[in-house]
C-alpha cells in the first residue's frame, strides 16, 4: 500500500499537466519568446576560449612581466607576405614598411611596436613580421577587435596578416557564430526529415523539433544573464548547448510522442497521457539524470572551458527534461487524436506506420535470441578491434590550428612557421624577482649563475636574459645599456626574465621535462614563475590529466546510481556501463586514425597534426556516456515493463526490441545528423567533438543496443534481475494484475 502511495504522484502526473494544458503551454511560450531574444545575444558576450589554466605558474608567470616589467602580454603579430616576390628583408624595404605602418603606432591601444626579433629561416624572404603590443586585457581588446583590425595599414605590394592568440581567439569566437547558423540550417531539418519517416504525420514529427529548439532558446537566454554579470563562460558554449540541447530535446520528445501514440490507440487523451508520462516520462527523468552526472564531471577539470561547459550542458539537459515533462505532455494534450492528422503521402491513410517495421525487427529480435553467445563474442571482438588505434592516442594543445587556413590568423600563423624559427617564438620564460635591483652587482652574478645553470640542463639550446648583455667579468650596467634593457623588457626594478630556448618543440617530451626539471630546482635568491608556451600548454595538461581520475569516478559511479534506481538490479547498471565503455572506446579509435593518423582528413577538410587535442577524450566521454544511456534506459525500460508482466527473461527482452528498436534507431540517427552537421564547421574542436558524437552514437545503437545488449540479455537469464537478499526492499512489486504494467 505504501509503495502505490509513493507512486500515486508520479501516476497522475500526467492527468494534472493534461488540466492545465493551455496555462502551462502559454508558460513556455512567454519563457521561450522571451528568453530568445537574449539567447541571440549570448554568444557576443562570450570571448575567453576558457583555455587559461588560471591559478597555475604559467599564469601567475604572465600577470608578473605584465605588472613588473610594464610589457603587455597581449599582443599581436602583423604577418607581411610580399605579393611581388620581393625581398623585404633588405634595409631599404624593412624601412619602407615601417613607414606604411606608422599611422598604426599612433594608435591609442597600442602600448609598443618593433620587429620580430625571433631568428629567421634562410630562403624565406618575401616575409617578415612585426609584434604589437596592446595596452589592454585580452577582453577589452576582443570587444573592440574589427576596430583594431581596421587600423592595420595596407602595405603596398603585400599583405598583412593577423595573428598571434588574440587574433586566433577572435576568429575562433567568429566560426563559433557562423557554426551555430550553418549546424543548425542543416541539422534542424535532416532531424525533421527523420521524424516524418519515423511518425508519418506532420504534427508528430514537428513536436520533436519545437520541444529542441524551444530548450536550446531557453538555455542560451538564460545564459546570457550569467555572462552579464561578468562569469567568464567559453565562447564554445554555444556550439555545445546548440548540439547538446537540440540532440537531447529531440530524443526525449520522440520517445514521448511515439509512446503517446501507441497508447493513444487504446484510452482517451487522458488516460493516454498519464500512461505516457508514467512509463517513458519516468525514463526521461532517469535519461537526464545520467546526461547531467557526465556534464557534471567535466567542471572537476579545473580549466575555464569544462566548467563552462559543464554549466551549459547541465543547464540544457535539466531545460530538456523540464520541457518533455511539461510543455510536450501540455501540447500532447490539445492535440489529442490530432496527432495523426496531416499524413504525408507514403503513409497510411491515418498516418499509421505499416507493420513492415515491427516485423523487421521481430526477425531481427528471433535472430539474436536463436544465436546470442556467437553475436557477443563477435560484436564484442568487433568493438575491442576498432578501439586498438585508440591506445596509440597522442594529445595535443593546437593553437591556430583548430581554424581552417582561409582565416588569416591561421593563415598567417603558417607563414611565421615557414619564415621563423618558432623553437625561439615559443621560448620558455623563466619570470624571476630579485632581492635586489636587477642592476645590483649581486643580481648581475646571480643572474649570470643561474644562467649557467640553466645552460646545463638537458635540452636546452641557449639562454638569453639581461645579463648576456654584459661582458662575463663586468657586473657595470651603464645608463645606455640600461634604457636599452628596460625598453626590451628585459628587467625593471627588482624585477627580470630569462628565455630559455629549447632544442625540441614546444610540447616534445623533453621540453616537457626541461619545464619540469626548471621548476623543481628554483636557484636561491630569487622567487621564480616558469610561463611561456611549453610551461602554458604543460599546466593545461596538467590540469586535465589531475582531473581524469575523478571525473571516471564521477560518471561511473553516478551513472551506476542513477540505473541502479532505475531498474531495481545490480548487474544491469554494471552492463549498461560496460557496453558504454566499448562503444565510446571505439569512436576514439575512429578520432585517432582521422585526427592523428590522418585517415580520411582531407574529406572532413581537417588539418592532420599528428595528434589528438587533449580536452577531446574527456569532452566526448562525459557527453557521449550520458547521450548514450538514453537509449539504454529507454530500452531497458521497456524490458523490465515486459518482464514485470511475463517474468520471462527471453521474450521480455524480445519485446523491448521489437518495440524500441525503431525509435532508438531513429534518436540515434538524428543525434547523429544534428551532430554530425559540426563536422563540417570551420572549427576543428567542434569538427572533433561532432565526429566523435556521431560515431559513438552510431555505433552505439548498431552494434551495441541492437546486437549486444539483447545478446547479453539471454544470456545472462535471471541474473539480469538479481538482487541480494539485504537490498530486497527496493525490488519492484509484482503487478496486481497483468493489465496494469502492459503499457
Known amino acids: 500500500m505504501m509503495e502505490r502511495q509513493n507512486k500515486a504522484p508520479i501516476r497522475q502526473w500526467g492527468s494534472i499537466i493534461y488540466h492545465y494544458r493551455w496555462a502551462v503551454v502559454s508558460i513556455w511560450v512567454f519563457l521561450i519568446v522571451f528568453l530568445g531574444i537574449f539567447a541571440l545575444r549570448t554568444p557576443s558576450l562570450l570571448q575567453d576560449t576558457g583555455f587559461t589554466p588560471t591559478g597555475s605558474s604559467s599564469v601567475r608567470g604572465i600577470a608578473f612581466i605584465e605588472e613588473k616589467l610594464g610589457m603587455s602580454a597581449v599582443s599581436l603579430d602583423l604577418v607581411v607576405e610580399s605579393t611581388l616576390g620581393r625581398n623585404l628583408t633588405t634595409y631599404e624595404a624593412q624601412a619602407?614598411?615601417?613607414?606604411?605602418?606608422?599611422?598604426l603606432r599612433k594608435q591609442p591601444f597600442v602600448q609598443d611596436m618593433y620587429a620580430s626579433i625571433v631568428?629567421?629561416?634562410?630562403?624565406?624572404d618575401g616575409i617578415i613580421s612585426y609584434t604589437v603590443l596592446l595596452n589592454e586585457t585580452t577582453n577589452q581588446a576582443l570587444a573592440h577587435f574589427e576596430e583594431i583590425k581596421a587600423a592595420v595599414p595596407e602595405v603596398s605590394g603585400a599583405r598583412v596578416y593577423i595573428t598571434g592568440n588574440l587574433a586566433v581567439y577572435h576568429d575562433m569566437s567568429s566560426a563559433v557564430r557562423h557554426d551555430i547558423v550553418r549546424a543548425e540550417s542543416f541539422g534542424i531539418p535532416a532531424a525533421l526529415i527523420i521524424l516524418l519517416l519515423l511518425f508519418g504525420t506532420f504534427p508528430a514529427a514537428l513536436l520533436p523539433v519545437a520541444v529542441g529548439i524551444g530548450s536550446v532558446a531557453v538555455a542560451m537566454g538564460s545564459l546570457y544573464f550569467v555572462a552579464a554579470q561578468g562569469v567568464p563562460l567559453s565562447n564554445f558554449l554555444p556550439n555545445m548547448v546548440t548540439m547538446l540541447g537540440l540532440a537531447v530535446g529531440i530524443d526525449y520528445a520522440l520517445f514521448m510522442v511515439s509512446r503517446f501514440r501507441e497508447e493513444l490507440g487504446s484510452k482517451s487523451v487522458e488516460a493516454a497521457l498519464v500512461a505516457t508520462c508514467q512509463t517513458v516520462g519516468r525514463s526521461v527523468w532517469y535519461s537526464g539524470a545520467a546526461v547531467m552526472a557526465g556534464m557534471l564531471a567535466l567542471g572537476f577539470i579545473r580549466i575555464p572551458i569544462f566548467q563552462s561547459l559543464a554549466l551549459g550542458g547541465m543547464l540544457v539537459v535539466l531545460v530538456s527534461v523540464l520541457a518533455a515533462s511539461t510543455l510536450l505532455p501540455a501540447l500532447l494534450g490539445i492535440l489529442g487524436q490530432r496527432i495523426h492528422s496531416w499524413p504525408i503521402r507514403f503513409r497510411g491513410r491515418n498516418g499509421q506506420r505499416d507493420n513492415s517495421g515491427s516485423v523487421i525487427w521481430i526477425r531481427i529480435s528471433e535472430f539474436i535470441m536463436s544465436r546470442p553467445g556467437v553475436i557477443a563474442v563477435v560484436a564484442t571482438v568487433a568493438l575491442l578491434a576498432a578501439m586498438q588505434p585508440a591506445l596509440h592516442m597522442k594529445l595535443g594543445i593546437p593553437s591556430a590550428e583548430v581554424l581552417p587556413p582561409s582565416y588569416d590568423s591561421r593563415y598567417g600563423a603558417e607563414l611565421m612557421k615557414k619564415a621563423y624559427d618558432m623553437k625561439e617564438a615559443n621560448a620558455i620564460v623563466i619570470a624571476i624577482e630579485l632581492d635586489q635591483s636587477y642592476d645590483d652587482p649581486g643580481s648581475i652574478r646571480l643572474m649570470k649563475t643561474y644562467m649557467s645553470r640553466?645552460?646545463?640542463?638537458?635540452?636546452?639550446h641557449h639562454v638569453e636574459s639581461y645579463a648576456s648583455?654584459?661582458?662575463?667579468?663586468?657586473?657595470?650596467?651603464?645608463p645606455e645599456l640600461q634604457a636599452e634593457i628596460e625598453k626590451r623588457y628585459a628587467a625593471r626594478g627588482n624585477a627580470a626574465i630569462i628565455i630559455v630556448v629549447p632544442e625540441a618543440g614546444e610540447t616534445a617530451p623533453a621540453t616537457?621535462?626541461?619545464?619540469?626539471?626548471i621548476r623543481q630546482n628554483p636557484p636561491e635568491g630569487m622567487h621564480i614563475e616558469v610561463t611561456g608556451s611549453p610551461a602554458y600548454k604543460l599546466d593545461f595538461m596538467d590540469r586535465i590529466q589531475s582531473g581524469i581520475p575523478y571525473v571516471l569516478v564521477t560518471v561511473l559511479l553516478l551513472t551506476y546510481i542513477v540505473l541502479f534506481a532505475a531498474f531495481r538490479s545490480v548487474l544491469l547498471p554494471l552492463k549498461a556501463v560496460a557496453m558504454n565503455l566499448l562503444s565510446l572506446g571505439a569512436s576514439f579509435g575512429l578520432i585517432t586514425l582521422v585526427f592523428q593518423k590522418g585517415y580520411g582528413a582531407h574529406l572532413l577538410q581537417v588539418t592532420y597534426t599528428g595528434s589528438v587535442f587533449a580536452i577531446l577524450p574527456i569532452l566526448i566521454f562525459c557527453v557521449v556516456f550520458g547521450i548514450s544511456m538514453d537509449y539504454e534506459v529507454m530500452m531497458l525500460s521497456r524490458i523490465v515493463e515486459a518482464y514485470q508482466k511475463e517474468r520471462n527473461n527471453e521474450r521480455s527482452t524480445a519485446i523491448g526490441l521489437q518495440r524500441t528498436g525503431g525509435m532508438i534507431t531513429g534518436a540515434a540517427l538524428i543525434l547523429a545528423v544534428v551532430a554530425g552537421a559540426f563536422m563540417f564547421t570551420d572549427n576543428e574542436l567542434m569538427k572533433a567533438l561532432g565526429l566523435g558524437l556521431s560515431a559513438s552514437v552510431l555505433i552505439d545503437v548498431t552494434v551495441v543496443r541492437i546486437l549486444l545488449v539483447p545478446s547479453l540479455m539471454k544470456l545472462m537469464g535471471k541474473a539480469n534481475w538479481w538482487l541480494p537478499g539485504w537490498l530486497s526492499f527496493l525490488a519492484r512489486p509484482e503487478p496486481e494484475a497483468s493489465g496494469e504494467s502492459s503499457h
Not at 640553466?454 to 636546452?460: F, I, N, R, Y
Not at 648583455?469 to 651603464?478: C, G, P, R, T
Open 96 to 103: 619602407k614598411v615601417w613607414e606604411e605602418l606608422a599611422p
Open 469 to 478: 648583455f654584459l661582458k662575463e667579468v663586468s657586473d657595470d650596467i651603464s
Open 119 to 124: 631568428t629567421r629561416k634562410t630562403g624565406e
Open 512 to 517: 616537457v621535462k626541461l619545464v619540469q626539471d
Open 454 to 460: 640553466l645552460e646545463q640542463l638537458a635540452g636546452v
